[in-house]
């Protein structure tokens, strides 16, 4: 077999050869007859290229000459144009780059076109300008390629004017039209013709498209013949190239070379025909043994039990996992007809009448269920799936069921029942209100009983919780189309956020209710909210009593604190009132001895009235501090609150001889608090200074009370810090761990809430409370006391104070 084949290539390789030389003289002669036509086309160029410089010399001699104004050099222009077409523009420059005139051919945009009077524009003419203008010399230049303009070519002719610079001609011409009207026809007939810059880019004509050309490994697909050859007068920066059109396959084409070149092929192929044939056999044969055994292997892999029944309901085949379900084997079950041995004897009517249901074609389409019987008397539970069985002509010859077992399924369906059922037990069980409703849609998913005795089986309750709890739901009846507010957004981020919580009050039920609600995702995938609401109207009825008691004790500390200030007080008013009693008599006395004049009785009067508004500013700030109100938090000035607080305070510290030096950073910001009780606590910490100086027995030079208000950082949180600091004798440790607790105090005479309210009014501020002794080596010289208050502290209810009153140990 292979003497043949390798004649037949010995004489494919002869043919071969003789065809790579013919073919290669074939292309040498293409290549000198490109070279040949190239040559001539570009001196044809060349011609032409003089022949306008020179017409446009004389042009340009004329003007320099001042023999042409610029209405005759556009005529004479317009004329060159019509004459040749390549040129595109002729434009008159001065030596300040000013247009003169310039003439455009009606193919030239206006965009592009150059009007007179305008200053040349600094950019691809600028280099070829200043060489025209040094070297006095026609100068010949390509603008950059634009992609969106034509490619041109221009010539600069420069001026002369007593031997000085005057400007240039600038001519445009058009490589396009420069190719087509100065190239031979017969050499644009023959070739792809192209002008080209010095990086080989194209820039006018056609080349032979990439996959013309073919691979160089053969002779008759090698490269086509192309020549290049620059364009003088341009010089290298214009380049004519020609590339030879393939028009046949030379000898390739005779008829003789391809009838040999087939025979030969034939000849070859039917020597290998027979040897593939063998091979593909032997191939086929190895493929369907391997291909039954893969199906075999397959088929006692699978986990689901196959049977396949004739049309007489004759078992034919099972497969291992049949088998290995049932416990009888593949000879025991082959051929045998109803009642099966593995049909459990209570059952044999129904599967018999299902089993001829199945014979005539009235199969269930989803599978139907039944119990197995094995060869140990086990039975379990199972469903079958049945087909028909059809061959590779299209007839049916049987009928194909599939058997599962599913007694693990049955009985996690079960334990999932059961569960539902103790689930559902709790929730209707519960004292609070359960329901879900998809966002979107004004169905109700799920309610328990609750919910139900409440609002009933819809969803307006539902709805009514989120609207009043502030919680975002699109389940809106007066949507405009199906799409909701959180459609392309990722549920995760839902359905794992935290839940929300807010307390409303529902005026139908006249209830307080609090709500949580999250958001889930329901058995169906969609997206849907669960709101929980529980009664909470017994706690905050307990909270608002115990804020009462609350305020109630603020407003008995406030009239504790200025009855132990009474004595104080009472001096304070007695100055005043004194004066004007002096006043008074010393007016009356010099009235009745005519010794005054009006102008010393209007000062005596005006003497008397300051000390009365006095006294009433005394009276009018101590009537402020004990009233009762409700706690009303405002945006307050931290300096007006310090005043109000120094002016009450400094009553009782000038009884006790105690000198106050207060101290208020500049242009603090406003804080949100009840101004009144901020007073508060800062008068009874000044008064508590005093006394403890007082107790200490200082003298006259440390008897001094220091308060500091200054912004400062409490964890990343800026607050405003008021200090109370007095040079007594400090705390003791015992005290100290007792400072804060309820009726507890170190004053003989004292109750002991007065710190345990500042306390609380301080947290119900969102703020806390510090105490700590000064020392002075080992010596303790003193006592500091401090509280801040965030800036940006929300209004809070009246159950933020009473929460933290509640903490502290104030109950009714």
Same mark, same amino acid.
């Given at each position: ?398 009928? /194909?069921?599939?058997? !599962? =077992? *599913? +007694? ?5 369906? &079960? ?5 539902? $059922? %103790? ?106 909210? /669960?709101?929980?609401? !529980? =009664? *909470? +109207? ?5 909270? &608002? ?5 609350? $305020? %109630? ?120 608090? &009840? ?138």
């Amino acid at each position: 077999m292979l003497a043949p084949l390798a004649s037949v290539l010995l004489f494919l390789a002869a043919i071969t050869a003789a065809f790579w030389y013919l073919q290669v003289e074939e292309i040498d002669r293409g290549q000198e007859a490109v070279t040949r036509d190239v040559e001539y086309a570009q001196q044809r160029v060349r011609l032409r290229l003089l022949e306008r410089q020179e017409q446009l010399m004389r042009l340009a001699r004329d003007v320099s000459n001042k023999d042409v104004d610029p209405d005759e050099f556009v005529s004479r222009s317009e004329s060159l144009e019509a004459q040749y077409p390549e040129l595109l523009a002729i434009t008159w420059i001065n030596a300040r780059r000013r247009i003169i005139a310039s003439r455009s051919a009606p193919s030239v945009p206006l965009s592009r076109q150059r009007v007179a009077g305008d200053i040349l524009k600094i950019g691809d003419t600028e280099n070829s300008y200043s060489l025209a203008r040094e070297l006095q010399q026609p100068v010949y230049a390509q603008p950059a390629a634009h992609p969106d303009r034509l490619a041109l070519l221009q010539l600069h002719i420069p001026l002369a004017d007593g031997g000085k610079f005057a400007g240039v001609v600038l001519a445009e011409y058009s490589l396009d039209d420069l190719l087509r009207y100065g190239v031979p026809p017969e050499v644009l007939a023959k070739y792809a013709v192209s002008l080209l810059d010095d990086k080989g880019h194209v820039l006018a004509g056609n080349t032979v498209p990439a996959h013309n050309q073919g691979s160089s490994l053969l002779p008759w697909s090698a490269a086509p013949n192309q020549y290049e050859v620059p364009v003088s007068p341009v010089g290298n920066g214009l380049i004519l190239r020609a590339q030879a059109y393939r028009t046949s396959m030379g000898v390739v084409g005779s008829g003789l070379f391809w009838l040999v070149c087939a025979l030969s092929m034939l000849t070859a192929w039917m020597l290998i025909a027979n040897w593939r044939h063998t091979r593909r056999r032997m191939q086929a044969q190895r493929a369907l043994v391997s291909e039954t055994n893969f199906r075999r292997a397959m088929e006692n892999s699978m986990l689901t039990g196959m049977r396949a029944l004739d049309l007489q309901g004759r078992i034919t085949y099972v497969n291992a996992a049949f088998c290995q379900m049932t416990g009888w084997s593949e000879r025991e079950l082959v051929g045998c007809t109803a009642p099966f041995p593995y049909w459990p004897e209570a059952d044999q009517e129904s599967l018999d009448a299902r089993l001829e249901d199945e014979l005539q074609g009235r199969t269930i389409p989803g599978g139907f269920q039944v119990r197995i019987k094995r060869k140990n008397n086990a039975l379990f539970d199972a469903r079958m799936y049945t087909s028909p069985l059809i061959d590779a002509r299209g007839q049916q010859t049987g009928w /194909m069921t599939s058997m !599962t =077992d *599913i +007694t693990e399924p049955n009985r996690i369906r &079960d334990q999932l029942s059961a569960s539902y $059922e %103790r689930f559902t037990t709790v929730l209707e069980a519960l004292d609070a209100s359960v329901s879900v409703a998809p966002l979107g849609s004004t169905e109700l998913l799920f309610a328990n009983k609750l919910y139900r005795l409440w609002f009933g089986s819809h969803t307006v309750g539902h709805l009514q919780l989120v609207a009043q709890a502030g919680v975002i739901s699109t389940n809106t009846d007066d949507a405009q189309d199906d799409v909701d507010a959180y459609m392309g957004l990722p549920t995760d981020a839902l359905t794992h956020g935290h839940s929300g919580q807010s307390e409303v009050y529902v005026a139908e039920l006249g209830k307080w209710l609090e709500v949580r609600s999250r958001y889930l995702t329901w058995v169906d995938g969609r997206l849907a909210q /669960m709101v929980i609401a !529980t =009664d *909470i +109207t017994p706690r905050r009825q307990a909270e &608002d009593f115990s804020a009462l008691q609350a $305020e %109630r004790a603020q407003s008995a500390s406030r009239l504790i604190t200025m009855g132990e200030m009474a004595s104080s007080v009472a001096h304070e008013l007695n100055q005043p009132l004194t004066a004007i009693s002096n006043y008074c008599n010393g007016m009356v006395s010099r009235i009745k001895g005519k010794q005054i004049s009006e102008d010393d009785l209007l000062a005596a009067l005006d003497k008397t009235a300051r000390q009365a508004r006095r006294a009433g500013h005394i009276i009018q700030r101590i009537r402020s501090f004990v009233k009762r109100s409700e706690p009303n938090r405002t945006s307050s000035d931290v300096q007006a609150m310090v005043n109000e607080a120094v002016e009450l305070a400094g009553i009782e510290l000038r009884r006790r001889n105690v000198k106050l030096n207060p101290y208020v950073a500049a242009r603090l910001p406003q804080i949100m608090v &009840d101004p009144i009780l901020i007073e508060q606590v800062l008068v009874n910490l000044l008064k508590n200074a005093a006394e403890s100086i007082e107790s200490s027995e200082r003298p006259p030079t440390q008897r001094t009370v220091e308060l500091r208000v200054v912004p400062r950082q409490q964890d990343e949180q800026p607050v405003i810090e008021f200090s109370v600091l007095d040079s007594g004798k400090g705390l003791a440790p015992e005290a100290m761990e007792r400072l804060y607790e309820a009726f507890f105090s170190t004053k003989a005479e004292g109750m002991g809430i007065g710190l345990n309210l500042c306390r609380s009014i301080v947290e119900s501020h969102q703020g806390r409370m510090h105490a700590e002794n000064l020392y002075n080596g080992g010596e303790v010289t003193g006592c500091r006391f401090s509280f801040w208050i965030p800036l940006a502290s929300p209004v809070n209810e009246t159950t933020d104070s009473l929460a933290t009153t509640k903490d502290s140990g104030v109950t009714a």
